[in-house]
């Protein structure tokens, strides 16, 4: 299935993607079902009932309601850097035998057609399109084998990154946790209606329409399966915990010169099977100066 989180008239809702028709029910109506997050940290059969729920709802026009994350608030946000062979050399970076983890915190998350914001201490404002597992059940110590089975479904990330802050120090955290600067989503589709994996997908994206990333899932160094597994060698994995899953080359900072994403751009991350995330980018303070006036 197909859904996502939205705001009309300041209450939140959530909609279904049927023969090629939104339908969508808010909080505070009878037969809301709940927030994405809540359904997929309940766990049983919410989600299949959440369907058949929201089967009945009333159309949806998805193009005047407000896009949410489709998860806001995620207990864990895991990141993977390097895990694409060819962005860790563009990088200079040699690739790693064990999968580069930082984390990033839920107070940067953006939605689609939110705008990524650029600080005006920086002009190093870069994009990163990835492809996003959302987990489905607790997972401690899973095998490859069985890892699959632990993941909810998929969705769209930009990790866009402020360059300069991400390289002042050995961790990278600060760079990746700028306020709007996260984005995600619209769409979660859940896992069985993709390759397992996501694995043969491919994944591009686009600035002011031109590409500059083009890859496939297939190309991971650390597909969904191993990520998933050797993260919760070390942690517990809950319902609804997010695993960014690594962008691949052609990022801006590799480029020569450089391409840094400017106020009035247009960025685009498309996963195959799933759909299009799309942002414009502005300055934050000009944003601010609006505000102000």
């Known amino acids: 299935m197909r859904l996502s989180s939205y705001s009309r008239r ?3 809702g959530l909609a279904l993607l049927i023969d090629g028709t939104w339908r969508g029910l808010e909080e505070g109506q009878p037969a809301f079902p709940g927030a994405l997050q809540t359904l997929i940290e309940a766990g049983g059969d919410s989600l299949a009932r959440a369907e058949n729920v929201l089967k009945a709802a009333p159309t949806l026009d998805f193009e005047s309601v407000r896009k ?3 998860l806001s608030r995620p207990e864990k946000i895991v990141c993977v850097g390097l895990n694409y062979t060819d962005h860790s050399s563009e990088s200079g970076f040699k690739q790693p035998d ?5 984390g990033r915190f839920n107070s940067s998350l953006i939605a689609d057609g939110d705008p990524i914001l650029r600080p005006s201490f920086s002009e ?3 994009y990163e399109g990835e492809l996003v597992a959302v987990i489905g059940k607790t997972a401690r110590d899973v095998s490859e084998t069985d890892a699959l089975g632990f993941v909810a479904g998929y969705s769209i990330f930009n990790d866009a990154s402020i360059r300069d802050y991400q390289f002042k120090a ?5 760079g990746k946790n700028f306020d709007d600067t996260g984005a995600f989503g619209p769409i979660f589709v859940t896992a069985d209606e993709l390759p397992p994996g996501c694995q043969g997908l491919k994944l591009q994206t686009r600035l002011n329409g031109e590409v500059v990333q083009n890859a496939s899932i297939s190309d991971m160094v650390f597909s969904v399966a191993k990520l998933v597994a050797l993260l919760s060698e070390f942690m517990t994995l809950k319902p609804g915990d997010l695993v960014v899953t690594g962008t691949p080359s052609g990022v801006g900072l590799a480029r020569k010169p450089p391409l840094w994403m400017q106020h009035g751009d247009t960025v685009e991350v498309e996963v195959e099977g799933i759909g299009i995330l799309s942002n414009p980018v502005r300055d934050r303070q000009s944003l601010e100066a609006v ?3």
């Open 68 to 70: 949410l994350p489709p």
């Open 291 to 293: 505000k102000v006036a």
């Open 98 to 102: 064990y999968p580069t983890i930082f």
């Open 124 to 126: 190093q404002l870069d």
């Open 10 to 12: 300041g209450k939140n």
């Open 170 to 174: 050995p961790q990278w955290t600060p």
